[in-house]
């Protein structure tokens, strides 16, 4: 349920914190660590504060949020993200890749071409591309399951190390009043689980991502 929801593109990826873990070890995080972009193996994030939540800039702000009213008034699904462009954000950093190579840096100033990225929606995941390269998870050790996995890019292949899966942030707040809109998705009509047919309504998401508020 979660993974549609994310996949509508009805939720506004800037105005979220979120978590980009590999599908490959799902139990590691994207950072920025010691000067560079890795992937550390850890236990979840406990504040917005930590450099393993990131949060998405759009690089056409104005056409990314005509295409999410457009979405939200006739929801389909295309994914809006295809021909959108993001900067990813860690706290204080950016996510660029460098130069004429396929190794990530951070980054600081203005936008650069190098620094966009597009977040593309695939049947294993999401596709997190720069260009005609996409972000890859490599191990340096043997141990898929230590701390020695590393991010590069390279050329977009059918293969589980190009896959991500990109997750909210949960806010660390006890009821759901304590929400705004930011976290509001509209679900088309759909079939439940019994067969019963559900009208389209509208969703809060909060805490884990089992827990939600339907009103309509």
Same mark, same amino acid.
């Not at 850890?42 to 056409?63: G, H, I, Q, W």
């Given at each position: 349920?979660?993974?549609?929801?994310? #996949? %509508?593109?009805?939720? *506004?990826? =800037?105005?979220?914190?979120?978590?980009? $873990?590999?599908?490959? /070890?799902?139990?590691?995080?994207?950072?920025?660590?010691?000067?560079?972009?890795?992937?550390?193996?850890?236990?979840?994030?406990?504040?917005? &504060?930590?450099?393993?939540?990131?949060?998405? !800039?759009?690089?056409?702000?104005?056409?990314? #949020?005509?295409?999410? #009213?457009?979405?939200?008034? !006739?929801? !389909? &699904?295309?994914?809006?993200?295809?021909?959108?462009?993001?900067?990813?954000?860690? /706290?204080?950093?950016?996510? %660029?890749?460098?130069?004429?190579?396929?190794?990530?840096?951070?980054?600081?100033?203005?936008?650069?071409?190098?620094?966009?990225?597009?977040?593309?929606? =695939?049947?294993?995941?999401?596709?997190?591309?720069?260009?005609?390269?996409?972000?890859?998870?490599? !191990?340096?050790?043997?141990?898929?399951? =230590?701390? $020695?996995?590393?991010?590069?890019?390279?050329?977009?292949?059918?293969?589980?190390?190009?896959?991500? *899966?990109?997750?909210?942030?949960?806010? /660390?707040?006890?009821?759901?009043? &304590?929400?705004?809109?930011?976290?509001?998705?509209?679900?088309?009509?759909? =079939?439940?689980?019994?067969?019963?047919?559900? /009208?389209?309504?509208?969703?809060?998401?909060?805490?884990?991502?089992?827990?939600?508020?339907?009103?309509?």
């Amino acid at each position: 349920m979660f993974f549609y929801l994310i #996949a %509508c593109y009805c939720l *506004d990826l =800037t105005q979220q914190k979120w978590l980009i $873990t590999p599908k490959v /070890n799902s139990n590691a995080y994207l950072q920025l660590k010691d000067g560079m972009i890795g992937i550390i193996k850890d236990v979840f994030p406990l504040n917005y &504060d930590d450099d393993r939540v990131v949060s998405f !800039t759009a690089k056409n702000p104005k056409e990314y #949020a005509q295409k999410l #009213a457009k979405q939200r008034k !006739t929801p !389909t &699904d295309e994914p809006l993200s295809e021909d959108v462009s993001f900067m990813i954000n860690f /706290n204080e950093g950016k996510m %660029c890749k460098l130069d004429n190579f396929r190794s990530l840096i951070p980054c600081e100033g203005s936008p650069r071409e190098r620094s966009t990225w597009r977040v593309n929606e =695939t049947s294993n995941g999401f596709k997190i591309i720069n260009g005609d390269m996409c972000l890859k998870v490599t !191990t340096v050790g043997d141990n898929l399951y =230590t701390n $020695t996995l590393e991010v590069e890019l390279d050329e977009c292949m059918d293969d589980l190390t190009f896959y991500w *899966d990109i997750e909210i942030m949960p806010r /660390n707040f006890s009821l759901p009043e &304590d929400l705004d809109e930011k976290y509001e998705i509209f679900v088309p009509k759909h =079939t439940g689980i019994n067969g019963e047919e559900i /009208n389209g309504h509208n969703i809060f998401h909060y805490g884990k991502y089992n827990r939600h508020v339907k009103y309509d």
